[in-house]
């Protein structure tokens, strides 16, 4: 691999050196091969020999410069003071094979000055779930941190029972978060410059072609969350947990917790359980990244040239950006050219969808045989299963809701719609009843249900024969979803 150890040469007030702290007797649980050729892991024998023990904190290759971050952030809208990689370590970071810097974040490895009351361990249950949630958003073509793997081990871990403890080797472009300023700004003020320039420097480069290279290193963090953001709510994918210590500076998704993909259509779901308020409900997601950010952008006022108007001129595109780039989105998950006619289309489909409780990611699938009634037999099924769920009522809003859609996708080929709606709605994203079954057979020391998981993500878009019917299943109407529990 091409070593590119940056973060270590800032200021040591910024981290703190150490060593992981090795699981007992640890057992690969998963690899991801494509992320190993992306990094140059897979033509290093040494590393390939040695991967379990690697990510078991057993084995640290000479070139890692494993480390802590300190970082800050507001949780749930309120300031909490300083955080930190609390369980987790910046192992290394290498060019991949797009030249394209990316970290090596071992996540579940023991306690760090930043633990807090935490125990540094992270549990199979959550290790699994987010293996397979950044795997199924970069399958779906969603900004996202990935992961080279995990393993399993014999160390205990207590959560609200005894669990099986795990360690995930977790790959992002980036761990720098919106709450490193924010700790930067409280506690070492003087490092904001240097932090600065490092950012745009490591990642932002395109930005020191401007007259003012900060404000539009700003501009673009902006954009980019808002991008990302909509993607959240195109895929119907709810975060849980939009702190500004888990949001990334380059607009990927970052921090699996108790995330979740819609089901049954509800704009208010809520799957954090802890989120009493519905602050991190799907709905509010894009609110709350505008908060975060403007949370976030008054500390470069301590840097020269940036004032509070130049600040607001940073933070005003965000809105444009994000109902641009959900609108297009939308229309071509119904495979209408983006115009008013198809907005007003698509957000009638949503609200029959609100209205009805209809699933998700089945009833958009479930358009393309309205679009070609002969060709897709497992459309077909979903859109039986949508139509039978309907009252006397809603039939009729659909059927003209339906006439005037299609009338509406005579302006453009039926090919052309169809390819658009192949590529833009999945077939199969990750239900928390998929991840569950997939935990629960790991627990129990088999692995084969989450490699099919992994493997039917890997190709979301298209039908698959390893498929069962589960996957595509919804809850019952009115069943409450599956709240999810921070604890990992």
């Given at each position: 691999m091409r070593y590119q150890n940056t973060y270590v040469t800032l200021d040591t007030r910024l981290y703190h050196?150490?060593?992981?702290?090795?699981?007992?007797?640890?057992?690969?649980?998963?690899?991801?091969?494509?992320?190993?050729?992306?990094?140059?892991?897979?033509?290093?024998?040494?590393?390939?020999?040695?991967?379990?023990?690697?990510?078991?904190?057993?084995?640290?290759?000479?070139?890692?410069?494993?480390?802590?971050?300190?970082?800050?952030?507001?949780?749930?809208?309120?300031?909490?003071?300083?955080?930190?990689?609390?369980?987790?370590?910046?192992?290394?970071?290498?060019?991949?094979?797009?030249?394209?810097?990316?970290?090596?974040?071992?996540?579940?490895?023991?306690?760090?000055?930043?633990?807090?009351?935490?125990?540094?361990?992270?549990?199979?249950?959550?290790?699994?779930?987010?293996?397979?949630?950044?795997?199924?958003?970069?399958?779906?073509?969603?900004?996202?941190s990935n992961a080279l793997g995990f393993v399993v081990s014999d160390t205990r871990v207590r959560r609200e029972r005894m669990e099986t403890g795990a360690a995930l080797m977790r790959v992002a472009d980036s761990h720098i978060r919106l709450g490193h300023v924010e700790w930067i700004a409280s506690f070492a003020p003087d490092l904001l410059n240097e932090f600065t320039d490092y950012m745009i420097d490591t990642y932002y480069p395109e930005c020191r072609q401007s007259e003012t290279p900060v404000l539009a290193f700003l501009t673009a963090v902006v954009e980019r969350t808002a991008r990302m953001i909509a993607d959240w709510q195109l895929i119907g994918f709810a975060h849980g947990v939009m702190n500004t210590d888990n949001l990334s500076i380059t607009g990927s998704t970052l921090d699996f917790g108790p995330f979740g993909?819609?089901?049954?259509?509800?704009?208010?779901?809520?799957?954090?359980?802890?989120?009493h308020t519905g602050r991190y409900a799907y709905q509010n997601q894009p609110a709350i990244g505008h908060w975060n950010l403007n949370t976030w952008l008054p500390h470069f006022m301590r840097l020269e040239g940036v004032t509070r108007d130049t600040l607001a001129d940073c933070l005003a595109p965000y809105e444009a950006?994000?109902?641009?780039?959900?609108?297009?989105?939308?229309?071509?998950?119904?495979?209408?050219?983006?115009?008013?006619?198809?907005?007003?289309?698509?957000?009638?489909?949503?609200?029959?969808?609100?209205?009805?409780?209809?699933?998700?990611?089945?009833?958009?699938?479930?358009?393309?045989?309205?679009?070609?009634?002969?060709?897709?037999?497992?459309?077909?099924?979903?859109?039986?299963?949508?139509?039978?769920?309907?009252?006397?009522?809603?039939?009729?809003?659909?059927?003209?809701?339906?006439?005037?859609?299609?009338?509406?996708?005579?302006?453009?080929?039926?090919?052309?719609?169809?390819?658009?709606?192949?590529?833009?709605?999945?077939?199969y994203v990750l239900r928390n009843s998929m991840a569950q079954r997939a935990i629960t057979a790991a627990e129990q020391g088999q692995f084969e249900e989450v490699n099919r998981v992994f493997e039917l993500l890997a190709n979301p878009y298209n039908v698959q024969d390893i498929a069962i019917e589960l996957d595509s299943k919804p809850p019952t109407p009115h069943a409450p979803q599956m709240p999810i529990s921070c604890s990992s």
């Amino acid at each position: 691999m091409r070593y590119q150890n940056t973060y270590v040469t800032l200021d040591t007030r910024l981290y703190h050196e150490q060593q992981p702290t090795p699981l007992d007797n640890p057992r690969a649980g998963h690899f991801n091969t494509e992320v190993a050729k992306q990094l140059g892991w897979l033509d290093d024998d040494e590393l390939m020999a040695r991967w379990v023990k690697i990510l078991g904190g057993q084995y640290v290759p000479a070139e890692f410069r494993p480390l802590s971050m300190a970082y800050a952030g507001h949780q749930f809208g309120q300031w909490a003071g300083q955080l930190g990689d609390g369980r987790g370590l910046l192992m290394a970071q290498v060019l991949d094979n797009n030249d394209k810097l990316q970290d090596l974040h071992l996540k579940g490895i023991g306690l760090t000055p930043y633990s807090r009351m935490g125990d540094g361990r992270a549990v199979l249950r959550s290790t699994i779930r987010e293996y397979l949630c950044g795997h199924a958003l970069t399958q779906l073509g969603i900004p996202s941190s990935n992961a080279l793997g995990f393993v399993v081990s014999d160390t205990r871990v207590r959560r609200e029972r005894m669990e099986t403890g795990a360690a995930l080797m977790r790959v992002a472009d980036s761990h720098i978060r919106l709450g490193h300023v924010e700790w930067i700004a409280s506690f070492a003020p003087d490092l904001l410059n240097e932090f600065t320039d490092y950012m745009i420097d490591t990642y932002y480069p395109e930005c020191r072609q401007s007259e003012t290279p900060v404000l539009a290193f700003l501009t673009a963090v902006v954009e980019r969350t808002a991008r990302m953001i909509a993607d959240w709510q195109l895929i119907g994918f709810a975060h849980g947990v939009m702190n500004t210590d888990n949001l990334s500076i380059t607009g990927s998704t970052l921090d699996f917790g108790p995330f979740g993909f819609m089901e049954r259509f509800d704009p208010a779901w809520i799957n954090n359980h802890s989120d009493h308020t519905g602050r991190y409900a799907y709905q509010n997601q894009p609110a709350i990244g505008h908060w975060n950010l403007n949370t976030w952008l008054p500390h470069f006022m301590r840097l020269e040239g940036v004032t509070r108007d130049t600040l607001a001129d940073c933070l005003a595109p965000y809105e444009a950006t994000f109902m641009q780039h959900y609108q297009q989105g939308l229309c071509r998950k119904l495979g209408l050219p983006h115009e008013k006619e198809s907005l007003t289309l698509a957000f009638e489909w949503l609200t029959l969808l609100e209205d009805n409780l209809l699933d998700y990611t089945n009833s958009f699938r479930a358009l393309l045989a309205l679009v070609a009634p002969d060709d897709y037999s497992h459309e077909q099924q979903l859109l039986s299963t949508l139509t039978a769920e309907l009252t006397d009522e809603a039939s009729k809003v659909w059927q003209d809701w339906s006439t005037r859609y299609l009338a509406q996708l005579q302006s453009v080929s039926v090919k052309q719609a169809l390819d658009s709606m192949r590529e833009n709605n999945p077939v199969y994203v990750l239900r928390n009843s998929m991840a569950q079954r997939a935990i629960t057979a790991a627990e129990q020391g088999q692995f084969e249900e989450v490699n099919r998981v992994f493997e039917l993500l890997a190709n979301p878009y298209n039908v698959q024969d390893i498929a069962i019917e589960l996957d595509s299943k919804p809850p019952t109407p009115h069943a409450p979803q599956m709240p999810i529990s921070c604890s990992s």
